[in-house]
């Protein structure tokens, strides 16, 4: 158990760089706080190019990787989940190499028209680091993240647990047990499913009505989506307009590593956060301030 997943992440980090890495792959859009994290360790971090399978597994040979950090069910933030097909490249070379997959799954909960994504881990237990938390579910200021880490690396991370100190408390972990125990966990997860359900049919509506050149993406799961801008359009201005509406938005590029490839310029949206009597307004302010960057490119 860890204190959210940058916490756990801190743990892995320790432990790969004692075992004698040097390079940790990660996805070229992804939380900057994890490749800080990384980097703080003083490990290297090589970007993974992302497309319509998610992140291209292929490169991890040239790059010298020792481990990939991933969100193979829903990349953030792109929303992508990486293919069957790389799936099962990404495990060969886990077990020709020894190295470690750190697999990030932090909405599992929520997943909407689809059937659930299987996790990595239980195609390479022994090569596999599974994360998960209840941010997404509960509160992020409960800071409440688990994993499941291969048995051989097990050791290694307790004891960096134990010399670093830190951690989960005993009584959101108890509390945390007695929810999920007495099912009321599945019951709130459910509840929630309905109610993000509803709001990623909203969003979805309201681009198609209100932005027609525009594209979403990652609408199968999670509490955000991409939205693609016209060419032209720069992120930007997007940012801006929203912030003068009062309203929050993400360029794409704020999640990039480094010099990203080529891609269609777009915004984050998130929907999970948002009161209800406000989600509406929310929306039309983000389709007018992309409506207004539009008209000023």
Known sequence: MGHGFGDLLALVCRSLGERGARVVAVEEYGHGRHRRIIRAHGLRTAALPVDGDGADVSRLEECGADAVLLTPAHQFPTGVPLSAER????????????????????DGEFRFDRRAIGALQALAPDHVLYAGTASKALAPGI?????????????????????????????????LAEFVRGHDYDRHVRRLRHLYRSRREAVDAAVTDRLPDCRVTGLRAGLHCLVELPDGVREDVVEAESARRGLALEGLGRFAEGSAGARRPGVVVGYGAPRAHRFPEALAVAAASIRAARAGR
């Open 87 to 106: 799936r099962g490249r990404l495990v060969r070379w886990a077990r020709r190499t020894g190295a470690l997959i750190v697999e990030d799954d932090y």
């Open 143 to 175: 800071g409440l993240a688990w994993a499941v880490a291969p048995p051989s690396l097990l050791p290694e991370l307790m004891e960096a647990r134990g010399t670093a100190g830190g951690g989960q408390d005993a009584v959101n972990q108890l509390a």
